[in-house]
Every structure is written in structure tokens, then in C-alpha cells.
């Protein structure tokens, strides 16, 4: 089935905030990015499903509660076509799934920085059911180097200076060095259904 794109508004903060409000991780998975630069691919996966307690039409303030018997209210944007199909006892679940390679390259490899977000939902008159995918690669430079402390110091594209810890799934630390570019590619996917 071949969904709509609607307007893309959903800001990154919104996105990540509604994934911690429901979510719960099941699985987070480390490997190695690439054999000849040090580098780190983390999955992280998770899913949960809510109940629709309460859903004002109106105002599409709509109430869920979690597995766990916490209660959470949001706002239905207005373009998810969908909200006069979701009713009280209906069943909402969520899948998250996260992406964030790190990579060390050379300053010669240079790439840009990049935004990009999908947004597919269901026909109208069909059940709720969407799927937003947001991409975002940042790269920053090393500017100052601790072995010892495992730390490195990067600048970002903006100009701003942080202070980043290297975890023990770094195997090759010891190879980065000041002037390669670290570049973080991080992919979201939260994709929504609603069940009777």
C-alpha cells in the first residue's frame, strides 16, 4: 500500500520525546563500523503498545496508557487524516528504531552535514498506521586528543566544542588523531499502528 507524505513539522525533540514517554528498550546492539578506521554501529530497538483511554474529536487530545498503568496525553496533529477511526479500548503500538554510526575518516574525505524526515500515514477512511523515518549525519573535527583519558575534544559545524568520552566499544582509540573528522549518522524510525 502506498501511504501519502504529509508536511513534515514533527521536530527531532518531539520525536525522541514521545520514544522515551512509551517506549522501552528490548535490544541495543554494538559492532564495529569499518576495518580500516575506528568506528562504532549502535542498534538500539525498541516497542511497546498503549490503550486508548480517553479521545477528545475535538481538540484530538487523545489519553494512552502504557504497559505499565502510566497514563500519557497528546495532541493528533490535525493533518493525520485517520483520528475519527481510533476509538476508546483501541490498542496503539509503537516500534522505535535507532541507527547511530560514528565514524573516524580522514580530513581529505570531507562530507557535509545533513537533514532529511519521511512521513507516511494511511489512506483516509483506513485504520491509523504511519511510519516516520528522520536521517541526520553531523560532522565535527577533533581538535584535541587525551589517550590516556579516552577523551577527545570536536568541533562542530556550528563552531561549538565538546568533550566526548570514547566507551570501551571503540577498540581503536589509539588510532584517532587530531585533525580527522568524526562524522555521526543517526536514523530514526518510529512507525505507529492501531488495533481494535
Known sequence: MKFPTIVRRTSPLALAALACLVLSPIAVEAQQAS?????VVVLDTR???????DIDYQTRMTTLRRSDGKTITIKVDDRF????KVHKGDTV???????TAIMVQDPKETVGSSSSET??????GHKPEGTIVRANRVVATVTKIDYKKRTATVEGPDGKK??????????????????DQIVIEITETLAVSVTH
Do not use: C, I, M, Q
Open 119 to 124: 512521513v507516511e500515514v494511511a489512506r483516509r
Open 93 to 99: 503500538k509503537f516500534v522505535y528504531f535507532e541507527s
Open 35 to 39: 576495518p580500516s578506521r575506528p568506528g
Open 81 to 84: 487524516p485517520n483520528l475519527d
Open 162 to 179: 565538546v568533550v566526548v568520552h570514547a566507551g570501551p566499544e571503540v577498540k581503536r582509540f589509539n588510532e584517532v588523531k587530531k585533525g
Open 47 to 53: 516497542t511497546a503498545t498503549a490503550t486508548v483511554v
